[in-house]
């Protein structure tokens, strides 16, 4: 990204490059109040593109924001790396309701049980075999003291179901109590999960 920035303003609605392919087009960002936290912007990927360089295609991913090059003379946003070094940060995302998400579009949002209990806040991610397997959630207090869980657990995201954008919240496929004695749970949450 050059050193005065892009705002997101001015990328909204506008189709993505890598060379002369066309990847998608911008759609928007997460809210965060801080911006500086706030490094990838939404895109709504190409279909033939999502086929091609996903492992399972999703019909929005996470665009970093320092790939973004330049705006062309016909209002396209160029990238300035190859569709490799994209597909390479795809790998590096966590999905969602068939939605890929990077690791900054999830830090700091709350999580909901899917009875809507906020459970905690996501405070980072465990990565198993250079894959995303779960999300560190820091735990309410109140949440904590009543199921008798430490300041910090693992959620696996397999029970990630969606996201709400305008509330900044992760919703989960299952209550928290069901959650806790799923083997996927206490798997994560071991001593030996390392």
């Known amino acids: 990204m050059t050193d005065d920035g892009f705002r997101i303003g001015e990328l909204v609605d506008r189709e993505v490059f890598v060379q002369k392919k066309h990847v998608g087009t911008i759609v928007?960002?997460?809210?965060?109040?801080?911006?500086?936290?706030?490094?990838?912007?939404?895109?709504?990927v190409a279909p033939d593109v999502a086929e091609e360089f996903m492992r399972k295609p999703a019909e929005f991913a996470p665009l970093s924001k320092e790939l973004l090059h330049s705006i062309q003379n016909d209002g396209s946003v160029k990238l300035s790396k190859s569709m490799r070094e994209l597909q390479r940060r795809w790998r590096n995302t966590v999905r969602i309701d068939e939605q890929l998400y990077s690791p900054d579009e999830l830090l700091d949002r709350a999580v909901l049980d899917s009875q809507g209990m906020e459970i905690g806040v996501i405070i980072g991610l465990v990565k198993v075999k250079r894959t995303y397997r779960g999300v560190v959630v820091k735990m309410r207090s109140?949440?904590?003291?009543?199921?008798?869980?430490?300041?910090?657990?693992?959620?696996?995201?397999?029970?990630?179901?969606?996201?709400?954008?305008?509330?900044?919240?992760?919703?989960?496929?299952?209550?928290?109590?069901?959650?806790?004695?799923?083997?996927?749970?206490?798997?994560?949450?071991s001593e030996d999960s390392e």
């Open 28 to 44: 928007g960002e997460r809210y965060h109040p801080n911006e500086e936290r706030v490094s990838s912007i939404r895109l709504q």
């Open 142 to 189: 109140v949440v904590r003291r009543r199921y008798d869980t430490p300041d910090v657990v693992n959620v696996p995201v397999t029970f990630l179901a969606r996201t709400r954008a305008r509330l900044d919240e992760v919703v989960l496929s299952r209550t928290f109590e069901k959650l806790m004695g799923l083997p996927s749970y206490l798997k994560l949450n």
